[in-house]
């Protein structure tokens, strides 16, 4: 596998990943929309995932996961090894179809009646 760039240290990772979540969400907020951020697995971004889960939680920002980085091995990426291949492509789409559904029901329970 080709290295992959390397996650900056923590600090520097929330202190940047938490002023640009904040502004998108507030965005997002002042034109009606809720922030949600998708986090696709990367060879070896267990630790990026982490901390992308972190700052997200730090800015009221709600973050879906559907497949454990560590469960797909190289042979499910592409040659440049960071995007998926037809094959990573649909096991991720297969777990996003399976925990989409199960968090937007978990939310709309949540949410108080109007």
């Known amino acids: ?11 520097q990772f929330q202190t940047t990943a938490n002023s640009r979540l904040e502004q998108l969400r507030e965005l997002c907020q002042a034109l009606g929309a809720k922030l949600i951020i998708l986090v696709p697995p990367t ?11 972190i700052a997200a939680q730090n800015t009221g ?22 995007h998926l291949n037809p094959e990573g492509a649909a096991l991720f789409t297969s777990a996003l179809a399976t925990f989409l559904p199960q968090t937007i029901a978990r ?5 108080p009646d109007d």
Not at 1 to 8: D, E, I, L, T
Not at 64 to 78: E, F, G, H, M, R
Not at 107 to 111: E, G, P, Q, V
């Open 1 to 11: 596998m080709k290295p992959q760039p390397a996650v900056p240290p923590l600090h």
């Open 43 to 53: 060879p070896s971004s267990e630790d990026a995932v982490r901390q992308m889960t």
């Open 61 to 82: 920002v709600d973050t879906l996961v559907p497949i454990d980085p560590t469960a797909l091995s190289a042979k499910y990426y592409q040659p440049d090894e960071l």
């Open 107 to 111: 939310k709309s329970m949540a949410l």
